[in-house]
């Protein structure tokens, strides 16, 4: 069976983007917590902690989604680069071909579905 390189590269490269996007939209820039919620530190107010608590989560929630999409974002171009060595759809534990079921439903995978599930264990 030959993969078809051209329409993964397409489908990669169309996630890639969308990685991309979603790693702009959630980059919280560095910027400190007092500065993001514009607390003084000498301030007072019955919501400060309600408040302060709300930022932290959400702040930590934008974090989570930036590393997800970030690494995710590695495992793409990594696949990208299989499609440029030849080595895309071969499952790197195995040598086995990937079918292309699995490539469409994980185009960045580089294990077979049985290594896939191995590894999970």
Known sequence: MTIDTEHFRGVL?????????????????????????GELSG?????????A???????????????????????VDDALARIENGSYGTCTACGKEIPAERLEAVPWT????DDARKLAR
């Open 110 to 113: 580089k294990l077979c579905i």
């Open 53 to 75: 608590a709300s930022e932290t989560y959400e702040r930590e929630l934008d974090e989570g989604l930036e590393e997800d999409a970030q690494a995710q974002l590695r495992e």
């Open 13 to 37: 490269n169309e996630h890639r983007a969308r990685l991309q996007g979603a790693i702009e939209h959630h980059d919280i820039g560095g910027s400190s917590l007092t500065d993001e919620t």
């Open 43 to 51: 301030s007072t107010s019955d919501n400060h902690l309600a408040d």
